[in-house]
Antibody
């Protein structure tokens, strides 16, 4: 069964850092595009980042230069390193697998990041 | 990249059909046939219901259908059921290795 499980969320002060993890089962993260999507409380979905199978990563303008997406193939895990966090980064962060031609076909339950002093 | 524009809310009675629009630009929906739709219940993760404008994943009801014309994509739900109540989001590839989501539509089944 294809599954992704996010972890690593928590409370962090503005300007702080946090790393989220997304552990996959039933498929290899290195063989698929993988993406991060976030949802602020009571708000809509916002695309954050994509990691291609070749290891290259791309970001939304709102996080570019502050967030870094990577993976560990030995752990079949995707990561989102978040630096210089802002109050407006507070959100539920989802990891999702990207299928051919870009539909996000498998989502985790999300991990909550709260940025507050 | 601005969010794609969706109506904030739509409603319908059981058995009726409703359509949710998703308006973008030439740079996203207008150029790429890479629009997907997601259903989200409160407190739950989004679920893919339509990919590549009109393709239904295995297990998704035939009552869901998608289409596109110009810079606007549409999701139609026929034979509305109480279980369809929730939020719906469109999403499009927007070029330059980016995705853009719609603003979201809350569907109420009266």
């Amino acid at each position: 069964e294809v599954q992704v499980v996010e972890s690593g969320g928590g409370l962090v002060q503005p300007g702080g850092s946090l790393t989220l993890s997304c552990t996959a089962s039933g498929f290899s993260v290195s063989a698929h595009y993988m993406t991060w999507v976030r949802q602020a409380p009571g708000k809509g979905l916002e695309w954050v980042s994509v990691l291609y199978d070749d290891g290259s990563a791309y970001y939304a303008e709102s996080v570019k230069g502050r967030f870094t997406t990577s993976r560990d193939t030995s752990k079949n895990t995707l990561y989102l390193q978040m630096n210089s966090l802002r109050v407006e980064d507070t959100a539920l962060f989802y990891c999702a697998r990207v299928a051919l031609n870009w539909p996000l076909d498998s989502w985790g339950q999300g991990t909550l990041v709260t940025v507050s002093s | 990249q601005s969010a794609l524009t969706q109506p904030a809310s739509v409603s319908g009675s059981p058995g009726q059909s409703i359509t949710i629009s998703c308006t973008g630009t030439y740079s996203d929906i207008g150029t790429f046939n890479l629009v997907s739709w997601y259903q989200q219940y409160p407190g739950k993760a989004p679920k893919l219901i339509i990919g590549e404008v009109s393709k239904r994943p295995s297990g998704v009801s035939h009552r869901f259908s998608g289409s596109k014309s110009g810079n606007t994509a549409s999701l139609t739900i026929s034979g509305l059921q109480a279980e369809d109540e929730g939020a719906y989001y469109c999403c499009s590839y927007a070029g330059s290795d980016t995705l853009v989501f719609g603003s979201g539509t809350k569907l109420s089944v009266l």
